[in-house]
Every structure is written in structure tokens, then in C-alpha cells.
């Protein structure tokens, strides 16, 4: 074994897949670029974690609802360039093409561009201002049928992602878990 500088560590566990976190507040809605996130519960229940310098962070803490889009590999630069702008000085929707639709229960918009959206509301926020964690509870989802790229993207940091490749079935082992299958 040999030194691996602490200040990468975060890098071996960032999770994935890279999101798109959309917010709402009047009739100004936003998008920023989120990898800082993790399943706590089956129904689903999600915790991600923001900086508190980002523009969405106070309007998820003001309005308590936003939506999960999951992109595909084919639009990972618009994905990128969403994570380097601000939606305080731009409206990030227009500027970089993105297609949204309204969703049903919350207020933020759907990503249509995206495989998947998850409409969520804030759980909890006690650990947003020391941590800028906020625990969402998934609503609604949606799966766009039409995008046939299926793959996620994973961050590592430092521009560095990684594509999802070839899944393998392993159902036959999950016996403790059957009704997950």
C-alpha cells in the first residue's frame, strides 16, 4: 500500500449517477448539476447534499420541493455546463437547450432530455446548514421511453466521469431479497 492524499479521498466514494436537481421559486426555475447524493430508503427516500454558495440551495430550503432528473450519456456536456454557470445570472434552461415539462405534483419542471425525473419534497433540512444536506421523499417518477442511450454517468471529480457499460443479471442470487426483483 502506499499514501493516498486524504484531500481525493471523497473521490473513491462519490456515488452516482450524476443528477440534475431542478428548482422553482415565483416563475424562475433552475438546474444545477448534483453527484453528492444517496438512497436511504426504498420509497424512495434521497439525501443530497448542496453547498450552501449554490443558487439552489436556499430556494430548496425556501420551497421544500424540487425534481431528480437522470440524464443519459448523450447530453453529459450540456450536464457539465449546467454545474458551471449560475441560475443567478442566467436562465440555464434556455441558454444551454434544455427541454422541460411541467410535473404533477411539485412545481419544478421536468427534464425531458433526461431518462428519468423524480418528483420530490423536502423531508427534512436539519443537517442543510451544517452539512447542506437535504433528505427528499420521491413522489412520482417518470421514465422518457424514447431516449434509447441508456447510460449514466458516474463523477469522480476533477472533470473526470465514468460511462455505465454492459449490465449483468444476477437476479438468480438474490434470493434474500424477492421482492426486489
Excluded at 427516500?45 to 450519456?73: H, M, Q, W
Excluded at 445570472?89 to 428519468?116: G, H, Q, R, S
Aim: hydrophobic share 40%; glycine share 6%.
Amino acid at each position: 500500500m502506499i499514501d493516498y492524499p486524504l484531500k481525493k479521498a471523497f473521490e473513491l466514494f462519490e456515488p452516482g449517477p450524476v443528477l440534475l436537481l431542478t428548482t422553482k421559486q415565483g416563475e424562475k426555475s433552475n438546474a444545477m448539476t448534483l453527484s453528492w447524493h444517496t438512497l436511504i430508503d426504498f420509497t424512495p427516500i434521497i439525501a443530497v447534499v448542496l453547498s450552501d454558495g449554490d443558487y439552489s440551495f436556499n430556494t430548496l430550503r425556501k420551497t421544500r420541493e424540487c425534481v431528480l432528473a437522470i440524464p443519459n450519456a448523450e447530453i453529459i456536456e450540456t450536464v457539465v455546463s449546467i454545474g458551471n454557470c449560475s441560475g443567478k445570472e442566467m436562465d440555464k434552461f434556455a441558454e444551454l437547450n434544455l427541454t422541460t415539462t411541467e410535473a404533477e405534483c411539485v412545481k419544478p419542471p421536468l427534464i425531458a432530455d433526461a431518462l428519468y425525473n423524480v418528483e420530490c419534497t423536502v423531508l427534512d433540512v436539519s443537517l442543510a446548514n451544517r452539512y447542506g444536506m437535504f433528505v427528499l421523499e420521491g413522489l412520482r417518477a417518470w421514465e422518457n421511453e424514447k431516449i434509447t442511450d441508456r447510460r449514466t454517468f458516474h463523477a469522480h471529480g476533477n472533470g473526470i466521469f465514468t460511462l455505465d457499460g454492459k449490465d449483468i443479471n444476477l437476479k438468480r442470487l438474490m434470493t434474500k431479497w424477492p421482492q426486489f426483483i
